[in-house]
Nanobody
Framework: VQLQASGGGLVQAGGSLRLSCAAS????????MGWFRQAPGKEREFVTA???????TYADSVKGRFTISRDNAKNTVYLQMNSLKSEDTAVYYC???????????????WGQGTELTVSS
């Protein structure tokens, strides 16, 4: 599966933004999907994931502020980000894997990344 992330940009602290990740192929609904991020000078970290049935999991740092969702008809996964903080500044990557356990640790497929900058 090929993934194309979009929607990044510059946002003020406290603001909101929605990222999208469009997937190719006809088997999107069989994949667990996730979002990761990599801040400057830091390692890539898990943000959130959603499995095939819609069950979600979040990193503690974004819980209550970020929401992942998927639209299987559009082969797209979304990341709604609210109450943004400067520490959310990073390149955000979408990812896919065969299961929600795998997508949180070692996804098989990665998108190219979309950059979010949160100004304080």
């Amino acid at each position: 599966v090929q993934l194309q992330a979009s929607g990044g940009g510059l946002v003020q602290a406290g603001g909101s933004l929605r990222l999208s990740c469009a997937a190719s192929g006809r088997t999107f609904n069989t994949y667990a999907m996730g979002w990761f991020r990599q801040a400057p000078g830091k390692e890539r970290e898990f943000v959130t994931a959603i499995n095939r049935s819609g069950t979600t999991t979040y990193a503690d740092s974004v819980k209550g502020r970020f929401t992942i969702s998927r639209d299987n008809a559009k082969n797209t996964v979304y990341l709604q980000m609210n109450s943004l903080k400067s520490e959310d500044t990073a390149v955000y990557y979408c990812a896919a894997a065969s299961s929600s356990l795998v997508v949180t640790t070692r996804p098989a497929y990665w998108g190219q990344g979309t950059e979010l900058t949160v100004s304080s």
